[in-house]
């Protein structure tokens, strides 16, 4: 049987869930599926497009898996638009004069950013906020320009305000309503709102028609409005509403709606039984889904109709809670409380700038709709309640009403959710799915989230997900073991703090206190971890010494054959010829295996354990000192050349990392800690691919933090922007003590930043707004451990007695006769088992 | 398979017992090619010897690793790979078909006597 032809127009977000949905399908056998692709890119997460400003790349943004057209077998014309349908014949035609016969075909032509017909806007600067390439216009007219204006101040405006105000221009909002957002929420809160806006030093033009764009005198354009006033700014972006893109429709007769979108039944099919619409184009109980989730589940819908199997699109719920420019912001159902005879509570809190609001039925027993600014914590549980139309406490207003009094929240445990009660909208994930999920072993919240997915879009139901995951390991009756090891019963955190508040200095001290047994090789190292990030005595020390993992005993990284390699700190990656001299030099005489390492340094490999205090001393009396490679420390801050030679550097990179890899070196952790400092976005020391990365950018450091390379590669998040030095590392200290308290054991940073409820937002709560209060305490405990450096190494070779411990043996100053090399490549390597026999047996 | 009795044991002596490390650290000595681990436990003042050799390696090792309990058994870590080895019977704990030479031991006046078979 010859395969049927499908057409697909648009490959944006939504028409390219639908293509990976028909991959996963059956019926997708039966199809040869073309689709035309205006832009020049792929599809991509138009949803983070911001993101893009704030240094994540194409490729970040890019929702196409490697080869996913190839491996599919799915014809795509890039940078193609399609023109024409000709249902008659069943023909679509492109721009570039491509013609495809269809016998099925899905529209997903998304929409088109309104610009109102204002005389002037059309003049240079004007640009509208929906695709990469509008974001490059934008960038790159930001760098002449000082003064940008925002036409539109509904939610996709604000986040454009966030972007100009990024790229350092002095930013103005200008809105026709009399408030902010006036779609999802009301005055009041419109008005936290603005307050909350405006003290971010963006102004708010509220009640503003603009009537003309003209020539500026200072800037490029004066925006003249009809109360008389004017404002002159040098870029304009246009965000004042969406309008689906249906002309391809129109002109070819399928059934519109009066105010445009092509109309649609619950199967997602248009007035013609062969065309399909989805997405933002699509118009279905006379109403356009401005959001991507709906969208998905249309894109479903269509694949099952295809394969004939059972789905509908029964509509989809449009509240939304986001962060805009650092405000919480929620809106739930009914906002504005048009339902007949409802009632409104409204909780106003002045001082904090808290405002939240819930609509109910006349009878006081069904939640309509809800609105929260500033604090919204109880927006998971409000749309759980709207969307299972549970019925209320007997006081409603008792859950928008602050719990002073400790008993906890009110409103509904996650208990009385049904499990068909959805979760996670982004990803359509059930309290049933993820129950199911922690039944099946994933009893962590990282676990969770890899293996549902939940929680990792916009991150709003992170703690409802927590919630469910705890109260299902409450009835497993599964008190998860978090217990370190058998010797005891406490998590690594639980030891910290023990160490800390009862300054415990020994192992001993604390296997008498809190633990049994003699301890093993999972519990003295972590101890030894602890008491050395807390107190940095000399790890060497008496009581110290035994608790440390070979590595970290003699200061060496352990190699196959029982040598040792050594690694000198190269702070930076910068090293001066005499030192590089140096470096080949004892390597020579020892005659050591030379190799320049991932980490931007040189690696001594196959030291004898007797030969580390000496071959340790040269290098110390040479000014080197010891590069922690052995430890769970701080390993290297990388760099690149900077702004000293590369004609692109915006900073001196290499001093920063110096500086930086200075004040953190030796500072004992859960894990290794790698850092990076860039001079540019072109980032060639790959400071996204660490622990804490640092790019500089015409407005100061982007820090980054918990990424890394290794077994699961996960690039870094932007934390904070445009930060000078000072401020960074006061970042830095905070992000790396709250990291050394309170991760598990060997977690990096970035699986140890899924685990935290919240993610990274909580993370930024904690270290920039200080949310704990422990920030000055995090400052001075890592003032505490800079202070007490020392180099192991030189303190090793400093005494006899301790470069004694090194020797191979107590009874004799003879070595390991069994350690053999055998040459390769101009230098030395560890004989192979079978070399070995061959060598011993003489 | 005969088993040795005191009577047929060749007792070496190769350190003080002071010579050992108090803080349940493990050391090594050289007796003739045998390389041997010694392990003094402080809470029972009592010294293990097991071979070096790391059965899973090939490196003379053992006394480098960590010493621990697992249950009742006293057990020192392969630095290598980690796995662990019963201190008295020199058994492994994760395959049961490796074990390595476990020594008698006894400190007399002051001196660590270790016994090997002649
Ligand atoms: C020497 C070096 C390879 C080289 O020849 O280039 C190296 C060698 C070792 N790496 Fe590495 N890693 C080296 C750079 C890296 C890098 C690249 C980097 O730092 O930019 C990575 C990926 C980046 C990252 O960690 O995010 C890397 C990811 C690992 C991992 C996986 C970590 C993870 O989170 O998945 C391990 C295993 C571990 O730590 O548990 C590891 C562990 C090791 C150990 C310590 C394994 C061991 O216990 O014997 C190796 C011993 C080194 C030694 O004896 O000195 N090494 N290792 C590099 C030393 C850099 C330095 O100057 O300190
Ligand atoms: C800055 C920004 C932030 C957003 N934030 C959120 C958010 O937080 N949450 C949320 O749910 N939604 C958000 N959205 C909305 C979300 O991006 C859209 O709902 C989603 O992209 C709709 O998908 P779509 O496929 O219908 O349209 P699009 O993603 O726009 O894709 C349509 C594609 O079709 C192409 N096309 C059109 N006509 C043709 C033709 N004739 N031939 C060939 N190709 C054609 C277009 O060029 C486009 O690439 C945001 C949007 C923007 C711009
Ligand atoms: S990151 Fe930028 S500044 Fe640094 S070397 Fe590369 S191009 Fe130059
Ligand atoms: S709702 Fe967006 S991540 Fe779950």
């Known amino acids: 049987m010859s395969k049927k032809t499908l057409v697909v127009i648009g490959n944006g977000m939504v028409g390219h869930k639908f293509l990976q949905s028909m991959v996963n399908s059956d019926v997708m056998q039966d199809y040869q599926i073309v689709t035309f692709c205006e832009e020049t890119r792929l599809a991509y997460d138009r949803v983070q497009l911001t993101s893009f400003f704030s240094g994540k790349s194409e490729d970040d943004l890019s929702l196409v898996e490697d080869n996913f057209f190839e491996d599919n077998n799915i014809t795509v014309h890039t940078g193609d638009r399609a023109k024409h349908i000709d249902r008659k014949s069943k023909v679509v035609t492109s721009e570039k004069g491509v013609s495809i016969s269809y016998d099925k075909l899905v529209l997903a032509t998304g929409s088109f950013p309104f610009v109102p017909p204002i005389p002037g806007h059309e003049r240079d600067n004007c640009f509208v906020y929906r695709t990469i390439d509008d974001l490059i216009e934008i960038s790159e007219a930001g760098e002449t320009s000082k003064v940008g204006v925002v036409i539109g101040g509904g939610l996709l405006g604000l986040e454009a305000a966030k972007a100009l105000k990024d790229l350092g221009l002095k930013t103005h909002v200008v809105e026709f309503a009399p408030r902010l957002m006036a779609v999802q929420i009301d005055d009041g809160a419109g008005a936290v709102l603005r307050k909350k806006i405006e003290e971010l030093d963006v102004s708010v033009h509220t009640q503003k028609n603009t009537q003309n764009i003209v020539d500026g005198e200072e800037c490029v354009h004066r925006m003249n409005f009809a109360d008389g006033s004017h404002i002159e700014t040098d870029v304009i972006l246009f965000s004042a509403g969406i309008r689906p893109r249906d002309d391809i429709a129109a002109e070819c007769g399928l059934a519109l709606g009066e105010r445009g979108g092509i109309v649609v039944n619950d199967s997602c099919l248009t007035s013609d039984d062969d065309i399909y619409a989805i997405g933002e184009c699509a118009l279905w109980d006379g109403k356009i889904f401005g959001l991507v989730a709906p969208g998905y589940q249309m894109a479903q819908v269509v694949a099952d109709h295809l394969a004939q199997k059972d789905n509908a699109f029964t509509g989809a719920d449009m509240s939304t809670k986001l962060k805009l420019m650092g405000v919480d912001v929620a809106s739930i159902g009914d906002a504005h409380g048009v339902t007949d005879k409802a009632k409104v509570y409204t909780y106003v809190n002045g001082a904090d700038d808290v405002y939240k609001k819930i609509v109910v039925s006349e009878d006081n027993t069904r939640l309509l709709g809800a609105v929260l600014i500033g604090d919204t914590v109880d927006y998971g549980n409000l749309l759980q309640l709207k969307l299972n139309d549970i019925p209320l406490p007997e006081y409603p207003d008792s859950l928008i009403l602050p719990q002073r009094d400790g008993s906890g929240a009110t409103g509904l445990g996650v208990e009385a959710l049904p499990d068909a009660a959805q979760i996670c909208s982004c990803y359509d994930v059930s309290k049933g799915d993820i129950c199911q999920a922690v039944s099946d072993g994933s009893t962590t919240m990282g676990a969770l989230k890899e293996c549902t997915k939940a929680a990792t879009g916009c991150g709003g139901c992170a703690a409802l997900v927590g919630q469910v995951l705890n109260k299902e390991l409450e009835k497993m009756g599964m008190d998860v073991n978090t217990d370190l090891c058998e010797h005891f019963a406490f998590t690594r955190q639980e030891l910290y703090h023990m160490v800390r508040v009862e300054g415990i200095k020994t192992f001993d001290e604390m296997l008498d206190k809190h633990g049994k047994g003699y301890g093993c090789d999972i519990c003295k190292p972590t101890v030894g971890s602890i008491l050395a990030s807390c107190w940095n005595e000399y790890v060497l020390d008496q009581p110290h010494a035994a608790l440390q993992d070979t590595n970290d005993r003699y200061l060496a990284n352990m190699q196959k054959n029982g040598t040792y390699s050594i690694v000198p700190r190269i702070t930076g990656g910068e090293i001066t010829p005499d030192k590089l001299i140096v470096l080949g030099q004892v390597g020579k005489k020892y005659n050591l295996y030379t190799k320049i390492t991932g980490g931007q340094r040189v690696d001594l490999f196959g030291a004898r354990q007797e030969q580390l205090p000496v071959i340790w001393k040269e290098l110390i009396d040479a000014g080197f000192e010891t590069g922690h490679a052995y430890g769970k420390s701080l390993r290297t801050v990388k760099s690149c050349v900077g702004d000293t030679w590369c004609r692109y550097g915006l900073a001196d990179s290499v001093s920063a990392a110096i500086d930086i890899e200075n004040r953190y070196k030796g500072l004992r952790s859960p894990h290794k800690i790698k850092l990076a400092v860039s001079g540019c976005t072109r980032e060639c020391a790959e400071a996204q691919s660490k622990d804490v990365g640092v790019i500089a950018t015409e407005n100061g450091w982007n820090l980054y933090v918990c990424g890394n390379g290794g077994m699961k590669p996960r690039h870094a998040d932007l934390f904070a922007t445009g930060l000078d030095f000072e401020t960074m590392i006061k970042y830095i200290d905070r992000f790396l003590m709250f990291y050394v308290k309170t991760a598990d054991r060997l977690q990096r940073t970035s699986t140890w930043m899924m685990n935290l409820e919240g993610g990274l937002d909580y993370l930024r709560e904690v270290v920039i707004e200080d949310s704990l209060g422990l920030a000055e305490t995090f400052e001075q405990e890592m003032q505490t451990v800079v202070d007490a450096y020392e180099c192991e190494w030189k303190r090793t070779v400093e005494s006899e007695e301790r470069t004694k411990q090194f020797s191979t043996f107590i009874n004799t100053d003879k070595p390991d006769s069994q350690i053999v090399f055998v040459p390769e490549r101009d230098q030395l390597r560890p004989a192979r088992q079978d070399e070995l026999t061959s060598t011993s047996a003489d | ?118």
């Open chain 2, 1 to 118: 398979m005969q088993t040795a009795t005191e009577l047929d044991l060749n007792w070496v002596d190769v350190c003080a017992l002071h010579d050992l490390p108090d803080n349940n650290m493990g050391a090594a000595v050289l007796h003739e090619e045998t390389q041997i681990a010694l392990f003094y436990i402080k809470q029972i003042d009592q010294v293990f010897a097991l071979n070096n050799l790391d059965p899973f390696s090939g490196a003379n090792v053992l006394s480098r690793g960590i010493i621990g309990s697992v249950g009742d058994e006293l057990v020192v870590a392969s630095p290598i790979y980690k796995e662990h080895f019963n201190l008295k019977t020199g058994q492994c704990l994760e395959d049961e078909g490796v074990s390595i030479a476990a020594y008698p031991t006894k400190v007399t006046e002051g001196r660590v006597l270790i016994g090997l078979s002649s």
